[in-house]
């Protein structure tokens, strides 16, 4: 579990240099930091010459601090019309500044300022964890880790062309150069990867050489006169994904939420994709519902699915924010307490994240009734940015976001897979071709078992029957209390929805409106009063999950061949869940730094049931030994 972040806090020296009142060191040097990160860094590993002409170039940096050397490097590449055709820039920081500080830290580097002002509106909200920011239309990608680096830096998949060292001074941060952290650095380094750093203490020259680099020293910056440069000594690297898929094609399987979010990903980084959809037109299934709440997971643990649900929920903001035909409203969710229990969890969950107030809040009854626009019985969470979204809007947008990059045929069911000649051929059942390529993403719910069956993992359909009632009155706010109820949506207010297992009923019930109507009345009592159970409007629709109810989002151990990949089990949180599994999916296609801790990244691997049981079946075969359940 992380600790919650400890922000940085504006102090300047004497001669007006950022300082840094937790480690009594300064950010830069006095004589000018962006001076000082051009020539430490980007001379110090040989840039901007070692990207140029390059498909992909990966920085990896330990200390963002305010952001200046990845700024320099931004505009450095800018610049450059040799330029690699993407920048991947990977950093950590424990205490990271405020939007607001930045914007006053910034103001002392004018040359920056149009590349920190979009850096600034970008920022995300101070939580632990990764966050994946992109610029340039995504040519230039940020993925900035907040927390330790003992915490971070193992979590990183990537291979690294350049490492930053920028930590405060070992004498006042030793926890940034230990020989731990060295390794992970020789992990994370590629082959003929170069380190640079400010720094030639002895420990750091040790620290490098027993990780495996050669250093050398040469001119320092401004009145320091030495600084140090190391190369790695040549070895096998871990890379953050398995590309070799050659052609950069690939087929989505299924046009919902989750084959949406991979074509378009995939499509972003120039994939040609053939989109291949049984219905007569997109987001037929769970995605056609009328409307949807997004929102985080707050826990007092920070359990795994609180931060696979925070990351998913916090990349879904960035990346709608840039898309466009959406229908949606940040109109702000509160997930009421049902109980004394839940309550006391939810000031727990608070207490141990401290998040910024802009991402949630803990409000009582009177507090959350006035923000909901409506009388409460309860108080609970209040998370200012989440709302309610329409899928339809959303799996529409995606796919205009691709181009002529996408070719969408519908009424086309997949049938059979079969691997040949190095592709996978996807048939109907008369066996015709309906398109081939070396990559193909299973994103059609609970059928994508039928079509790369896999012995490890159960998949469930779950029915789940939306009813739609006249718009509550006052209602302004999407409220959570063991049902959901929306603010009007065209004129219709969303309730429900039910959680019915194993039931294949396509039909709207009378039942199931009676159960959301009972829903409603424990989320806003006396809001469904008069209303007919018999006379309502819904809609059923089925969503796939597994026993961990985490998503299904990596590469499936099919023993016909390589190359393919599920996006599935997303439950009732694939409006969240589609867009950052699908730039992860984007991701280990194209060997990229991965945009999530290699924990959660496992969390999400199909493999991961067959793998515990493989632990389960060796624990069991020791002496003495007792079986631990998944």
Avoid at 534 to 557: K, N, W
Wanted: proline fraction near 7%; hydrophobic fraction near 45%; charge should be positive.
């Amino acid at each position: 579990m992380p600790e919650a972040l400890v922000p940085a806090r504006l102090a300047f020296g004497a001669d007006g240099t950022p300082r840094s009142d937790v480690y009594d060191d300064p950010y830069h040097s006095a004589g000018g930091g962006p001076a000082q990160a051009e020539h430490v860094f980007l001379r110090g590993a040989g840039l901007p010459a070692r990207w140029q002409g390059r498909d992909r170039f990966t920085i990896l940096e330990l200390g963002f601090g305010f952001g200046l050397a990845f700024l320099v490097a931004w505009q450095a590449w800018r610049h450059d019309p040799k330029r690699c055709a993407r920048l991947h820039f990977a950093s950590l920081e424990k205490h990271p500044f405020s939007a607001q500080d930045l914007a006053v830290l910034h103001a002392t580097c004018p040359g920056l300022a149009p590349l920190a002002e979009e850096l600034r509106a970008a920022w995300p909200a101070l939580v632990p964890g990764f966050h994946r920011l992109s610029f340039e239309g995504g040519a230039v990608v940020l993925t900035l880790a907040l927390g330790d680096v003992a915490d971070t830096l193992p979590q990183f998949a990537l291979a690294a062309d350049a490492l930053f060292l920028d930590g405060f001074s070992p004498a006042k941060n030793p926890a940034m150069w230990s020989q731990a952290v060295m390794r992970q650095l020789a992990r994370l380094a590629a082959p003929g990867a170069v380190a640079a750093t400010w720094s030639v203490a002895a420990v750091v020259r040790e620290g490098l050489r027993d990780a495996g680099f050669v250093a050398q020293k040469r001119r320092g910056f401004a009145r320091k006169s030495e600084m140090l440069v190391a190369q790695l000594v040549p070895r096998r690297v871990e890379r953050g994904g398995a590309p070799g898929f050659p052609g950069r094609r690939a087929l989505v399987v299924g046009a919902g939420l989750a084959g949406a979010a991979a074509c378009e990903r995939l499509a972003a980084r120039h994939w040609e994709v053939t989109l291949l959809e049984r219905h007569p037109v997109t987001a037929a299934e769970a995605s056609g519902n009328h409307a949807g709440a997004f929102h985080p997971v707050l826990t007092p643990d920070d359990s795994l699915f609180a931060r696979l649900t925070r990351a998913a929920y916090l990349y879904a903001l960035r990346q709608w924010s840039a898309l466009e035909g959406l229908s949606w409203n940040q109109c702000g969710l509160l997930q009421l307490a049902r109980d004394g229990d839940e309550a006391s969890a939810q000031r727990r969950a608070l207490e141990a994240l401290a998040p910024p107030p802009g991402f949630a809040q803990l409000l009582d009854a009177a507090q959350a009734g006035k923000v909901a626009g409506v009388s409460l019985c309860a108080g609970g969470l209040w998370f200012p940015e989440s709302g309610w979204i329409q899928p339809r809007s959303l799996v529409n947008a995606l796919l205009a976001a691709c181009g002529d990059r996408l070719r969408p045929r519908l009424q086309c069911e997949v049938a059979a897979l079969s691997f040949e000649g190095g592709a996978w051929i996807a048939r109907d059942a008369r066996g015709t071709v309906l398109g081939e390529a070396p990559v193909v993403v299973l994103a059609n719910a609970a059928d994508a078992l039928r079509l790369s069956p896999q012995p490890s993992i159960r998949l469930r359909r779950v029915r789940g029957q939306l009813s739609l009632v006249p718009g509550i009155a006052g209602l302004r706010a999407v409220v959570l209390r063991g049902g959901m109820a929306l603010p009007a949506v065209d004129g219709l207010s969303a309730i429900g929805a039910s959680y019915d297992i194993d039931d294949e009923d396509p039909a709207p019930r009378v039942d199931s409106h009676a159960g959301n109507l009972q829903r409603l009345e424990r989320v806003l009592p006396g809001a469904g009063a008069g209303l007919d159970p018999a006379q309502l409007e819904g809609r059923v629709a089925f969503r796939a999950t597994v026993r961990d109810r985490v998503p299904l989002a990596g590469a499936l151990q099919d023993p016909r061949g390589p190359g393919l990949y599920a996006a599935s089990a997303y439950g009732s949180r694939g409006l969240i869940w589609a867009g950052l599994a699908g730039e992860l999916l984007a991701s280990m296609l194209q060997g990229e730094p991965l945009p999530l801790e290699r924990k959660l990244v496992a969390a999400l691997d199909p493999a991961r049931f067959a793998l515990r049981a493989a632990r389960r079946g060796a624990g069991a075969a020791l002496p003495g030994a007792t079986s631990v359940p998944a």
